[in-house]
């Protein structure tokens, strides 16, 4: 986390430098950030939806061979074969995410420890709309806040989710942000309730991508349909 908390810190001083606000800093941050994901979140909406289409068939194999795993299994990976999708790839992306966000956590738990700047001593503890300190904890709109947003982006990404643990970590892991940011200090929460907004937005806007090109291979199909019984 430190490796990438220290860089990370020298960009947020360095947009501190310009707009003079720490909160303001810390959402435009957030913006910079969830732009570089762009790439990667676009692979990742795409690989929930290739994963919704394919949940009836799924569902349908663990139904059949319910009491048969290696069957099960063996069918599963065939489908998968057959629609080209690697299970692996949809953890990618949240892979190369991780060492940006544990060192965005590092850096927004202690930011005095990553930022050298004499002027971001005093900035870190500025007030921020009805938040007196950043650098302390926020006990509930900025919790509640980032726990509905993770609610949001985890109904987003696990529709095809069909198991109970899966389904159990949808309502879980909001109520654990929503306890944890009642802990952290303030400049975390706001960052990771932006962040969570943006992301929803990036979601909606490749879900409709999508949808758009599925329609439109749909219709290519139904021309090339028509044609070849036209040709007969």
């Known amino acids: 986390m430190n490796i990438l908390a220290k860089p990370i810190g020298y960009l947020l001083s360095f947009i501190y ?93 202690n930011p005095l420890g990553f930022m050298t700047d004499p002027e971001m001593l005093v900035a870190v503890h500025e007030a921020f709309f009805w938040i007196p300190d950043l650098s302390q904890p926020d006990p509930w709109i900025l919790p509640f806040l980032a726990g509905l947003s993770t609610f949001l982006t985890q109904a987003q990404t696990s529709a095809s989710d069909t198991t109970g643990m899966m389904k159990g970590m949808k309502y879980f892991f909001p109520i654990m942000i929503f306890a944890l940011g009642n802990s952290f200090p303030a400049g975390l929460a706001l960052y990771w309730a932006v962040g969570n907004g943006l992301a929803i937005l990036q979601s909606a806007y490749f879900n409709n991508k999508h949808k758009k090109e599925k329609l439109r291979k749909e219709a290519e199909e139904e021309v090339r349909k028509k044609l070849a019984k036209q040709n007969r």
């Open 17 to 109: 430098g310009y707009v003079d606000n720490y909160g303001l800093s810390i959402i435009i941050l957030t913006f910079i950030v969830r732009l570089a994901m762009f790439p990667l979140q676009g692979k990742q909406t795409a690989y929930s939806a290739r994963m919704a289409e394919l949940g009836p068939k799924l569902k349908e194999i663990q139904t059949r061979y319910a009491h048969d795993k290696e069957q099960m299994n063996q069918k599963t990976s065939e489908l998968y074969k057959e629609a080209g999708v690697n299970p692996l790839s949809g953890c990618l992306p949240m892979l190369i995410q991780m060492p940006i966000i544990f060192g965005l956590f590092a850096l927004l738990r």
